[in-house]
């Protein structure tokens, strides 16, 4: 069968090759996570695992007990949470079995990835098998974080070594955008393209080219930084809290900081990386910084290594977490360190200006971080060209796989390369060569930005280029140079290229509020007066939007001002339907956080493309009030296109009026299609999220096209009256009668019912947009003259925190 296959195989083009199905080999923590990914965007996966070894007599001819591993495996990491896939009936995409039943399976993939344990001797004896089976040109690759990839090919066939690369996933897959591709000298140069443009266009991944160095770059960089910190802190007499202080999201890295994400890595990983790279890099000028520290040692024979044990740097005992005291290894309880380098940066929003204040407010903290970025800036400068050619894969890398917000090199800018270089050498830590070189020959940075182009500079020509691949992205950065078509305080017109505008929010949060209704309007004001083909809504901060101006809204309600609420509630109103009916086709780019105001802008464009990772949601009655920014009214009028001849059309409102009164957030943009809160007819997603405004653009220039034409307010919604505020207060009720809902609870859910039922009316009517809009007005001010939603709003706004009350 193997032979007849391999007679009758074609090898496809980069250009046409197809991946349908994707078999995964070993189901651990990477490779079940690896497969929901692949299911995440469609793709059937193979997922196979060994068979337990310690099956009884009567259990070997038994499939479900003969794939015990790989069915647990999945099982976990479908109920793992943050979860690993996007919605859990995509789960569907995945069938499990194992080595010896279901290899053959193999053969009827276009992709096959080994992730089974990092040990060389056990990899060539899965590829062995796989041989056996797979097709002629079908793609493999292994999942390893440091094996040499060229070690894995000995022994295996021509075709094999030409279609065999490393292909290193950071975990977890879904959430990390880090996809490092490792060729060998052998691997054909159509599946590095093919892979480098899949990885980017469906996964959803930076994709980094690395050489076949140990660790490759990402790992090589960022353990070594950890490293580094250890023996920092110990040099500093320095706690394991004051490190994460200093170095999680006031200096650009994650929330996870640097001791709680070696908990979430595991520290035998961490462990494992260090000695690779200390066993395998004689010649690496900082290898010693890679000597695994002692208390490191003590805590893998405690078995203290993070999460997988429930402690490591960091234990939870009872409703505290403890940190880890290194010196006397015992834990202490929770602290709240104090640096002055912290409290003059935390108030300051635009990250690079904080990083500057943070490294010049003299103190222990800003010491710390200054000694620290020394040896990391030292490090990196000695890994050109050694890992890799091109300084921009480091900061890739590293903003990818460890969630940075700025890498290495980026960082070393914000800093003043040639500031830095001075100081760096006053404590007798000299950058490479290679750093003078550029300083010598006037090139002060890194990167430059011409003519709206970043430019990196490579150090083999001593002179600037563009960065390969990146000129299909938008970037708003790269457009700060050059002269907006617009701005206020809180917003941005820019011309984005072929005839279309994108309004970008920069309030806190990116919050709506009145600047940002003004950039609205203003925005399409331009677009229909100076003929442009239209208007995307999108920004490449943290978040989307957070939702309208809620400090606003309570100074307001607090001082009674109504008219001027009402005002507020009209412009907001009469600006979301803006978008939707005018002159010009509007595309929203939501991402993360959609909430609120931010949801309903999403909803009254004419299109949206969202990216996968969209968490979008109309939250207000967890604030104590309803959507009145039209999104009340939008999902009605959904519920109405829905309803078909003979449907008894209350279910269909019911699952609208739950989404709201529970405010129900989509952990994906997918969710977002169940929820009705995204359109299958008119929205699509982007699993890249780098990719968004470029692919929002195309969408606008599509519908300009296609001969967009300026819409007509609608007068056909078709809404329930009696009949559904019965069954609405009715639900309510019952809700607070069980102890599921407070008194104030059940007052806005009445609220709400009555607009989404269209009033007391004694029968089903069809009303006007118009109509619902004033109805969803009136109940927002009406709550807003409570007490109890008052206490909400204050309670998110002081602690952010919900208040139930």
């Keep these: 069968m193997t032979e007849t296959v391999e007679k009758t195989a074609t090898v496809m083009p980069a250009t046409r090759r197809k991946i349908r199905k994707v078999a995964i080999l070993g189901s651990g923590v990477m490779g079940s996570r690896i497969a929901c990914h692949f299911a995440n965007i469609g793709v059937q996966v193979v997922l196979l695992d060994i068979v337990p070894l310690d099956l009884k007599e009567e259990e070997k001819a038994v499939k479900a007990a003969r794939n015990r591993i790989v069915n647990a495996a999945l099982e976990a990491t479908l109920q793992s949470n943050p979860a690993a896939i996007y919605d859990k009936k995509l789960a569907a995409n995945i069938i499990t079995g194992n080595f010896e039943d279901d290899m053959k399976l193999i053969a009827e993939c276009d992709w096959v990835l080994e992730a089974v344990i990092e040990r060389l001797d056990i990899k060539k004896q899965v590829f062995e098998k796989v041989e056996t089976h797979r097709r002629m040109g079908t793609l493999i690759s292994s999942n390893t974080s440091g094996i040499p990839i060229h070690l894995m090919t000995e022994g295996r066939s021509e075709d094999f070594q030409k279609h065999f690369c490393g292909t290193h996933f950071f975990n977890p897959p879904r959430y990390l955008q880090l996809l490092e591709i490792i060729p060998t000298a052998h691997t054909d140069q159509e599946v590095i393209s093919f892979l480098m443009n899949y990885g980017d266009r469906y996964l959803g991944k930076t994709m980094v080219l690395c050489k076949d160095t140990p660790a490759f770059i990402a790992n090589r960089v960022g353990v070594y930084s950890i490293m580094a910190i250890f023996k920092l802190m110990q040099e500093m007499d320095m706690t394991v809290e004051e490190i994460d202080a200093l170095t999680g999201p006031i200096a650009g890295r994650p929330k996870s900081a640097t001791f709680r994400t070696c908990d979430v890595v595991g520290l035998d990983t961490l462990i494992k990386v260090a000695r690779g790279v200390y066993d395998t890099c004689p010649q690496d000028e900082a290898r010693d910084d890679m000597r695994v520290p002692e208390f490191l040692l003590q805590m893998e024979k405690n078995n203290w290594l993070g999460s997988k044990t429930n402690q490591g740097f960091y234990k939870k005992e009872g409703k505290d977490i403890h940190a880890l005291n290194v010196k006397t290894m015992e834990y202490e309880g929770p602290s709240k360190p104090k640096f002055s380098c912290i409290s003059a940066a935390k108030p300051i929003e635009d990250l690079k200006q904080r990083i500057k204040v943070l490294h010049s407010t003299p103190d222990k903290g800003s010491e710390f971080l200054n000694t620290l970025s020394y040896h990391l800036f030292k490090y990196v400068s000695y890994r050109i060209p050694e890992i890799s050619d091109e300084l921009y894969k480091v900061d890739d890398a590293l903003r990818a796989g460890f969630g940075w917000e700025l890498g290495p090199f980026e960082y070393w800018d914000v800093l003043g390369v040639e500031r830095v270089v001075t100081a760096m050498k006053a404590a007798g830590m000299s950058p490479?060569?290679?750093?003078?070189?550029?300083?010598?020959?006037?090139?002060?940075?890194?990167?430059?930005?011409?003519?709206?182009?970043?430019?990196?500079?490579?150090?083999?020509?001593?002179?600037?280029?563009?960065?390969?691949?990146?000129?299909?992205?938008?970037?708003?950065?790269?457009?700060?140079?050059?002269?907006?078509?617009?701005?206020?305080?809180?917003?941005?017109?820019?011309?984005?290229?072929?005839?279309?505008?994108?309004?970008?929010?920069?309030?806190?949060?990116?919050?709506?509020?009145?600047?940002?209704?003004?950039?609205?309007?203003?925005?399409?004001?331009?677009?229909?007066?100076?003929?442009?083909?239209?208007?995307?809504?999108?920004?490449?901060?943290?978040?989307?939007?957070?939702?309208?101006?809620?400090?606003?809204?309570?100074?307001?309600?607090?001082?009674?001002?109504?008219?001027?609420?009402?005002?507020?509630?009209?412009?907001?109103?009469?600006?979301?339907?803006?978008?939707?009916?005018?002159?010009?086709?509007?595309?929203?780019?939501?991402?993360?956080?959609?909430?609120?105001?931010?949801?309903?802008?999403?909803?009254?464009?004419?299109?949206?493309?969202?990216?996968?990772?969209?968490?979008?949601?109309?939250?207000?009655?967890?604030?104590?009030?309803?959507?009145?920014?039209?999104?009340?009214?939008?999902?009605?009028?959904?519920?109405?296109?829905?309803?078909?001849?003979?449907?008894?059309?209350?279910?269909?409102?019911?699952?609208?009026?739950?989404?709201?009164?529970?405010?129900?957030?989509?952990?994906?943009?997918?969710?977002?299609?169940?929820?009705?809160?995204?359109?299958?007819?008119?929205?699509?997603?982007?699993?890249?999220?780098?990719?968004?405004?470029?692919?929002?653009?195309?969408k606008v220039i599509e519908l300009y096209d296609n001969g967009y034409t300026q819409p007509t307010p609608r007068k056909d919604i078709e809404v329930l009256g009696r009949t559904g505020l019965g069954a609405l207060y009715a639900g309510a009720a019952a809700f607070n009668i069980g102890k599921y809902a407070s008194e104030h609870d059940m007052l806005i859910a009445q609220k709400l019912a009555y607009v989404m039922c269209g009033g007391d009316l004694s029968e089903k009517t069809k009303v006007s947009e118009q109509y619902l809009l004033d109805l969803e007005r009136e109940a927002f001010l009406q709550l807003l003259g409570e007490r109890k939603t008052l206490e909400r709003i204050q309670s998110i706004l002081t602690s952010g925190k919900p208040l139930r009350n």
């Design 432 to 698: 490479a060569q290679w750093i003078d070189d550029m300083l010598a020959n006037g090139s002060k940075s890194f990167y430059k930005i011409d003519n709206g182009v970043r430019k990196v500079y490579d150090p083999h020509i001593q002179s600037y280029v563009n960065i390969a691949g990146k000129e299909f992205f938008i970037i708003l950065d790269h457009l700060r140079e050059q002269k907006p078509v617009w701005k206020n305080a809180g917003t941005t017109v820019h011309d984005i290229g072929d005839g279309v505008l994108n309004l970008e929010f920069h309030t806190k949060m990116n919050s709506i509020g009145e600047e940002v209704l003004e950039g609205i309007n203003k925005a399409i004001d331009l677009a229909e007066s100076q003929g442009w083909k239209g208007l995307v809504i999108g920004n490449q901060g943290e978040n989307f939007s957070a939702g309208a101006n809620l400090a606003m809204i309570f100074m307001l309600a607090c001082e009674q001002e109504w008219d001027e609420l009402d005002f507020a509630i009209r412009a907001f109103q009469q600006s979301t339907m803006r978008l939707r009916y005018s002159a010009i086709p509007t595309v929203a780019a939501p991402h993360s956080l959609t909430l609120g105001g931010g949801c309903e802008v999403t909803m009254h464009c004419d299109a949206a493309v969202a990216a996968a990772e969209t968490y979008i949601g109309l939250v207000e009655v967890g604030v104590g009030v309803i959507p009145a920014g039209g999104g009340t009214k939008e999902l009605v009028l959904r519920a109405s296109d829905s309803y078909y001849v003979g449907d008894p059309q209350l279910p269909v409102l019911q699952e609208k009026f739950i989404a709201i009164a529970t405010a129900k957030v989509a952990t994906s943009a997918h969710e977002a299609f169940a929820l009705g809160l995204l359109d299958r007819q008119r929205d699509s997603i982007v699993v890249n999220k780098t990719r968004l405004l470029a692919e929002a653009k195309e």
